[in-house]
Nanobody, 122 residues
Framework: QVQLVESGGGLAQAGDSLRLSCLVSGGSFSIYGAGWFRQAPGQEREFVAAISYHGGSTYYGDSVKGRFTISRDNAKNTVFLQMNSLKPEDTGVYYC???????????????WGQGTQVTVSS
């Protein structure tokens, strides 16, 4: 059973930075593509960032390009999301996901974490 546990969310002010972590257990993390998505109240889940199994390819949603960085440490079964220059519109629940392929669509990921709340005040 593959399990994902996100951490690092919390309260921040506009312009601050946060670093999210996602620890993956129970599977072969080093062969999974990984992604981060977020969902604000009343809105659909939004693609944030994705990274290939080897870390050599990364993809970002337009709203976070240049501010967020996705990375991974296969030795630690962990994927990270470094979020800089946070804005109030970055507020939402952030979810980590892994699957057979790196993808920007949520339905292409097989396993999901429970999410971590990020709240950015102005």
């Amino acid at each position: 059973q593959v399990q994902l546990v996100e951490s690092g969310g919390g309260l921040a002010q506009a312009g601050d930075s946060l670093r999210l972590s996602c620890l993956v257990s129970g599977g072969s993390f080093s062969i999974y593509g990984a992604g981060w998505f977020r969902q604000a109240p009343g809105q659909e889940r939004e693609f944030v960032a994705a990274i290939s199994y080897h870390g050599g390819s990364t993809y970002y949603g337009d709203s976070v390009k240049g501010r967020f960085t996705i990375s991974r440490d296969n030795a630690k079964n962990t994927v990270f999301l470094q979020m800089n220059s946070l804005k109030p519109e970055d507020t939402g629940v952030y979810y980590c996901a892994v699957g057979q392929w790196v993808a920007v669509r949520a339905n292409e990921y097989e396993y999901w974490g429970q999410g971590t709340q990020v709240t950015v005040s102005s």
